[in-house]
């Protein structure tokens, strides 16, 4: 792995953080789209972080591995909220719009595969 | 020309940087008066000239064997502009001895830490930055074999040629006070002023046979000199 | 003196002084493990990460959980008005509508959540990540009298400090877990947020998320005050050193967490529910009679909840807390959810409405009193249960409500004080 997909990933869930962090702050949502909480941005910041130890770590593409895993697990975590959200306004009897639960953490999804396939391979590599 | 000595134990590389500084332009021969193996070098750098001296593997700079009398004879008489002490990074403690006497010996020392890809191998972080600050002196992560470093290390000589770094890397007050004592009786008495006077005192202090003889002083001196203080 | 081998010697002091400031022996990872923990239990990001996944089990746990717990609400709502509304005998109605479907509704309510607690903790479990967790924390926690292994017990106290208390049981030591226990109930659960939300609603506005975060804060600094007392005065020693050998990581298997999670929840079902279900029909009674005086339940300032408040009133009117305050504080020991529906009931409006209220019965100072009394006062019945059953000892349980009490009292009293003195009252 080259460190500059950490650097791209460092990047992008860094800015993500940021505004996500700043409408939830504002309590807007980001971009009038994707709904936003401090503590998604928090998240999303200490993602970036991640990535960011790995560019200068020796051992880059276990930090690499990890944060697509940390993006993954919180993308999957969204989506079953999202799930969970529609589920409820059914049996409350409200409206609801899953676009509004349509969180950028699941939009960021996709990033992940690369560093999850990566640690798939250490994983069946490597002795336990 | 900037004449450039390179000084370290045997087995860390130090053929192999000599031949990635000298290329083809070598001239194996003697030492003088002696059976040891003198290989010599011209390397061209951004316009200078470097004579490179391959000086033999030593341990310590102590003048018992031929060896380290060659190396030190060299380095005291010769006065070369710059000396490259190179360390095997994955055994710096045993390699930093020489450095030490080195930089005792008021040489312009650039250290090459060599085969860092062994010392990592073996699981060791070396912060070279921080080497460097603590010894006062340049420091050069290489891995010779790979040509990795060789081009800083070229850069590093010529820099340090018009830089003459003398750090002083002082010891336990203990022994302070005695390389003290000795410096002063050295200056005092004007003994050996074409040799740093630090490193008199403490080859005095250690006895060291070609210094006494040199300076024309006997053992009994030395041990009244350090009673004094006691 | 041998100066050859001083200076020897002493050569190699200075070496050692020097490679000790430059070099770092470094284990290379050799398991896929190593290579993990490499991430994991680095000095920078390790306890981020690990901070990130607990925040990830309180949104699994709550948020997804949320529909069931909705879900068993509409269903007892549903039977409880259908009671109400069938059954004949006024009194029966009220007992079997109100009290029994009531009850079993508010108990049943929180099952979810705590269920998916425990599904979220199997998880992290059998993944193997909790002990390089504990490794992480220990650091910090050592410097309070607590260890590694109270952090994840002390963070769960942010859902539920039932479970919490519970999950204790992974502390070996007596003393350790001991004091983890006891300054458990400090971590504000997710009962009293209700609270802070409706009173740094109404009162702190502009700042309302700051204040809730502050009360947050301010249980786990009288946590680890507390803990450091405890471990000073009352307990002493060290908290025992982590020595732990990390287990390798390993995909969860779904039956071995569900198994787990499931055989926790019944624990909690079984012994909780009696101690809430039981609550829940004291307050229905206390609420509801004297029968013939509050009209069935609609007039509680005749009932003897009521009294109970006028009672405690006089106990909690330096902090400019009146009557009303006091029955919802009592109705808290039951279970903290109860404070804010018993404004409800006693100002006769619905839990939307109350907001509107609040401000007849309350200044910002006195509410910021409110909210700290709730963060600390004493556990709520259920928790009550648990500490007994934990701690061993009916002596230690009244211990802690003992040092709750007093601590609730006396940081409300400050707060108070300094609110006022800034012109907030």
Redesign the interface.
Known sequence: MRWYYSAILFIVTLAAGLTELGGGLKGEAVFQLFPSDVFGGFILIVISAVFLRGITHDEHDAFFGFGSLMLAVFGVLYILVLFANGLDAWIVGEEWNPVEDLRIEIVLLPLAIPGLIALNRARKTLPP | MIKVALAGNPNVGKSVIFNALTGAKQKVGNWPGVTVEKKEGICEHRGKKMLIVDLPGIYSLSAVSIDEKIARDFILNEKPDVVVSIVDASNIERNLYLTLQLIEMEANVVVALNKMDLAKSKGYRIDARKLSAELGIPVVPMVAIRGEGIEELKNTIIHASHMQRKPVIRYSDGIERYIELLKSKVVENSILPEYPSRFVAIKLLEFDEEILSRAGIGEEVIKEWISSVS | ?D??S??AL???????E??G?????????????D??D???T?K??GI??F???M??VF??AY?????FS??ID?FFSACSDWAKSSIANPQLASLIGDGIFGGWGFVLVFLPPIAFVFVALAILEDTGYLPRAAFVMDRALTKVGLQGKSFIPMLLGFGCNLPAIMATRTIEDDTDRKITIMVNPLMSCSARLPVYVLFAGVFFEKVA?AVITSMYMLGIVLAAVMATLFRKFIFGGKPSPLLMEFP???TPAPRSVLMSARNRTLVFLKKAATVLFIGALVMWFLTTYPWDATNGGELIENSYASAIGHAVEPLIRPFGLDWTAGVALVGGFLAKEIVVGTLGMIYGVGEEEVADVIPEHFTPASALALMIITLIYLPCLATLGILRQELGSWKWTAFVVAYELVLAFVVAWIAYGIAVGLGVA
């Open positions: 003196m100066f050859v001083e200076l002493a050569r190699y002091e200075k070496i050692g020097i490679v400031r430059c070099v770092e022996r470094v284990e290379k990872p050799k398991t896929f493990s290579l993990v490499t991430v994991v680095d920078y990001v981020p990460i901070l990130s996944f925040w990830a949104q699994f948020s997804v959980s949320a529909p909705d879900a509409v998320g390798p990581y390993a």
